[in-house]
């Protein structure tokens, strides 16, 4: 009776062990998460493949300004779109060198007794340029990018100006916010709503806003700036999932309040 006791308590032993791998087991499989694309054997395509990119470059001073550039050339694209990135570039370089060699002229000629202004300036008094860019989405199907220039030409601070890049590869040509919906025959009219509610919420969380009384300094700026134009709202990116506004110094808050996006899904 005793050794059957026992050879009941060994099999009950074994047989929660036997369970508890199991259960572990299973367990541990459960929390593995894997990709669609893995699971089906599906190639998930990179919203940025930078295989598809050529990345140009401009760090040549002149006499008066400084320049970091770096831009994009993409290898699934028609020519006449990498000429208009290109184009772009070597535009805000030639107007840069001008506005440079005109403001320190004008600073020179102007200078005051006692003030003593070179011709020319030293290498860290040169105005700058910084041009970069920023993908969103380089693959076989789209291209959409922001170009970012950034300089200084004297004066109390510099300026900022966005450019975007939207392009379809398979029908090469340029993307439209309009192509974006479809559907939606007063899509500037959607786009302004949306755009209006987010930045107001965004700038109550800045400013620390509380009540009607402390938005007015900036209602005027906020509600020219995001109505239903199409040019208020012509520098944007997309993804398959959402489209990105992009809102430069000026166009819908002070200065000091800087640059703004606002993201919707599509």
Sequence with gaps: MQNKTLTISVL?????????YFLLRDKGVEETKVPDGERTGEKVEALVDESLVEEETYTEPDQYATFNVAYPQFKNVGAEFNSQIRNAVIDAIADHKRSSADSW??????????????????????????????????????????????????????YITITSFN???????????TDLFPNDKNYLKTVSDFARKDLLNQFRKQLEIKNKADEEDIMPLLLSGTAPDLENFSI???????????????????????????????
């Design 167 to 177: 392009y379809g590869v398979i029908k090469k040509e340029e993307v439209r916010l």
């Design 105 to 158: 002229q004008g600073r020179y000629k102007t200078q005051l007794p006692g003030e003593k202004i070179s011709e020319f300036p030293a290498e860290e008094e040169k105005y700058s340029l910084n041009i970069s860019w920023d993908p969103i989405q380089v693959n076989k199907q789209f291209i959409s990018f922001t170009l970012f220039l950034e300089a200084y030409t004297g004066g109390a601070h510099g």
């Design 12 to 20: 009950l032993i074994l047989a929660l062990i036997v369970g508890g």
């Design 236 to 266: 944007f990116t997309f993804t398959p999932e959402q489209i990105t506004f992009y809102f430069t110094e000026y166009q819908v808050a002070p200065y000091a309040m800087g640059s703004f996006t606002v993201s919707m899904l599509r």
